[in-house]
Antibody, heavy 118, light 111 residues
Framework: EVQLVESGGGLVQPGGSLRLSCAAS????????MSWVRQAPGKGLEWVSVIYGGGSTYYADSVKGRFTISRDSSKNTLYLQMNSLTTDDTAVYYC????????????WGQGTLVTVSS | DEVLTQSPLSLAVTLGQPASISCRSN???????????LNWFQQRPGQSPRRLIYKVSNRDSGVPDRFSGSGSDTDFTLKISRVEADDVGVYYC????????FGQGTKVEIK
């Protein structure tokens, strides 16, 4: 059974950093397409970043240069390093599996809340 | 940039009655491999999104056959044949042809 469990969210001041983790089970992160999608309070869904099975990474313009997606195959875990955070980054961050073969985004984690506030 | 426009943004439906949500894109969603990467997600209150439909009309495992997707090129529709109380939530369309973007969401409630 596929499971995705995010952690690492919390309260951080503007300009601060945070690293989110997504522990996966039931499949191998190292050869899967994995994404982060976020949802600001009361708002819709916004794609943030993706890492392809081959390792290529891509980012939304809103986070480019500040966020870094990575993975640790030995821990079967996905990460999102977030730097220079602003209040606009306040959101629930979801870890999402799935590439083009599965039609994109077939499994979602429960999300972790990041609050950027002074 | 790829933009998805959903309508209506809110829908109140009587139990047992059908419901329909439209999703329109500002450009063709046919990918170079011939597929159309248009999905539908359901987000119940307090829960994570759940994929219902992928590549326009393919139902995910465990999704009731009351849900169906259709459409082509730039116009797509999600239909619920008979709305149940369990269907309350927000429904999003999403395209994966030109990077990944979501519609604004349609809130479905029971009348």
């Amino acid at each position: 059974e596929v499971q995705l469990v995010e952690s690492g969210g919390g309260l951080v001041q503007p300009g601060g950093s945070l690293r989110l983790s997504c522990a996966a089970s039931g499949f191998t992160v190292g050869n899967s397409y994995m994404s982060w999608v976020r949802q600001a309070p009361g708002k819709g869904l916004e794609w943030v970043s993706v890492i392809y099975g081959g390792g290529s990474t891509y980012y939304a313009d809103s986070v480019k240069g500040r966020f870094t997606i990575s993975r640790d195959s030995s821990k079967n875990t996905l990460y999102l390093q977030m730097n220079s955070l602003t209040t606009d980054d306040t959101a629930v961050y979801y870890c999402v599996r799935g590439g083009h073969r599965s039609g994109w985004f077939d499994y979602w984690g429960q999300g972790t809340l990041v609050t950027v506030s002074s | 940039d790829e933009v998805l426009t959903q309508s209506p943004l809110s829908l109140a439906v009587t139990l047992g009655q059908p419901a329909s949500i439209s999703c329109r894109s500002n450009q063709s969603l046919v990918y170079s491999d011939g597929n159309i990467y248009l999905n539908w997600f359901q987000q119940r209150p307090g829960q994570s999104p759940r994929r219902l439909i992928y590549k326009v009309s393919n139902r995910d495992s465990g999704v009731p056959d009351r849900f169906s997707g259709s459409g082509s090129d730039t116009d797509f529709t999600l239909k619920i044949s008979r709305v149940e109380a369990d269907d309350v939530g927000v429904y999003y369309c999403m395209q994966g042809t030109h990077w990944w973007t979501f519609g604004q969401g349609t809130k479905v409630e029971i009348k």
